[in-house]
């Protein structure tokens, strides 16, 4: 049981901002979910090692959100404390050639730190919606690069509530997966190591990426970015589009005509319409071509 009179005066005492029985559509990419009992906004590391150990203590279940990005909000809501890394706990620091960041700042804002600063090593992942924790925790990448290319150490709470350090050597970075995965260790900073570079030729490249993204992928429509991890000896879009399901819909989803590799909010999606699309879409791929899909968004429930 949640008493959210306590939990609200603890997040006082460490200067959290709750909202409680917020809707979860505001924070997900693809705008729909219900409530959850209370979200707050993390500030610090330290905090969230807190509010960590009181969920933890009082039997509370609790989930980490950042951009809601790669993450499906079930339409029941969430019965629960959403704890949102988000704009109160973004500071990015640049010292030499490395950039540090909190969990919550977004990994745009990371490349764009790092563009005006000199520093090469980001351009390609410029564009990637979500926050640089989770980009770290999936491993995100696009255009040949990934994250594990330039990420040297991270901070995260561990399941005692203490807050660790790891280097990258210990991370299991492949291809969408980190250490971080299915766990309840907690990312709370990330440290990245990047070469000198001209800004102008940085911006440019930034440039190049985001007009691909704006070109290929439906930018315009609610989603959660990729929808299907790559199956090895594939892509998930070659395999969806052979199958003919471009334009295939299950109430307000569908499977993007401009690239199918993307499911979309048509505008009145719920996320039993997605689920039900994707377990359509995986059927018929696997009945057609003997892949096996995986869905790449977490299901927040």
Do not use: W
């Amino acid at each position: 049981m949640i008493n959210i009179a306590e939990l609200t005066k603890l997040c006082e005492e460490l200067g959290c901002r709750i909202t409680p029985e917020c809707s979860l559509s505001e924070y997900i990419t693809f705008r729909f979910g219900g409530p959850c009992r209370a979200l707050v906004s993390v500030n610090s590391a330290e905090s969230a090692a807190k509010l960590i150990e009181y969920m933890k203590t009082n039997g509370i279940k609790y989930g980490i959100l950042g951009r809601g990005s790669n993450v499906l909000a079930a339409d029941e809501g969430f019965d629960g404390v959403i704890l949102l890394f988000g704009s109160d706990f973004s500071q990015i620091e640049v010292k030499g050639n490395t950039i540090r960041c909190d969990a919550g700042a977004s990994l745009a804002s990371a490349c764009v730190h790092a563009q005006q600063n000199g520093l090469s090593g980001m351009e390609n992942l410029f564009g990637i919606p979500g926050t640089v924790g989770g980009a770290l925790y999936m491993n995100a990448g696009a255009y040949g690069s990934e994250m594990k290319d330039v990420v040297i150490s991270a901070e995260y709470i561990d399941e005692n509530c203490r807050i660790r350090s790891i280097s990258a050597k210990d991370m299991e970075l492949s291809y969408r997966h980190s250490v971080f995965s299915g766990t309840s260790n907690v990312i709370t900073s990330v440290t990245m190591q990047l070469t000198e570079g001209d800004p102008a030729e940085i911006k440019a490249r930034m440039n190049e990426c985001m007009s691909k993204r704006s070109s290929k992928q439906p930018l315009e429509y609610p989603s959660a970015g990729s929808t299907f991890k790559r199956p090895e000896g594939s892509y998930a879009s070659l395999l969806i589009e052979q199958c003919g399901l471009k334009g295939f819909s299950c109430g307000g989803a569908m499977v993007s005509e401009k690239h199918s590799g993307f499911v979309i909010n048509k505008g009145y999606a719920t996320c039993a319409d997605v689920l039900e699309l994707c377990e359509k879409v995986k059927a018929e791929v696997k009945e057609k071509t003997g892949y096996q899909l995986e869905l790449e968004p977490i299901i927040l429930r």
